[in-house]
């Protein structure tokens, strides 16, 4: 049974960081991709950052600059830095890994909250 966990949301001021983290647990085979995603309260969950197994990234315009994703193949972990952070960045952030199975299967973690807020 594969499960993502994920760490590291909170309350944060406009202005500052987070770093969050998410690791899989149990046997998953052949990651491809892993990355994070975002759902803010009446909004479509929109994807934030991804990279591949080579080290490419894509980032969604809003967070570009501000946003890093990071991955650790040997711990099957991918991060999230989150820097400058604004009120419009509030949401619920999920991870997620994509294996290269044909069909790819994808693995979601539970979610975590990241509240930016004065």
């Known amino acids: 049974q594969v499960q993502l966990v994920e760490s590291g949301g909170g309350l944060v001021q406009p202005g500052g960081s987070l770093r969050l983290s998410c690791a899989a647990s149990?046997?998953?085979?052949?990651?491809?991709?892993m990355g994070w995603y975002r759902q803010a309260p009446g909004k479509q969950r929109e994807l934030v950052a991804v990279i591949t197994s080579e080290g490419s990234t894509n980032y969604a315009d809003s967070v570009k600059g501000r946003f890093t994703i990071s991955r650790d193949n040997a711990k099957n972990t991918v991060y999230l830095q989150m820097n400058s952070l604004k009120p419009e960045d509030t949401a619920v952030y999920s991870c997620n890994f994509r294996n290269r199975f044909v069909p790819p299967r994808d693995y979601w973690g539970q979610g975590t909250q990241v509240t930016v807020s004065s």
């Open positions: 149990g046997s998953i085979f052949r990651i491809n991709t």
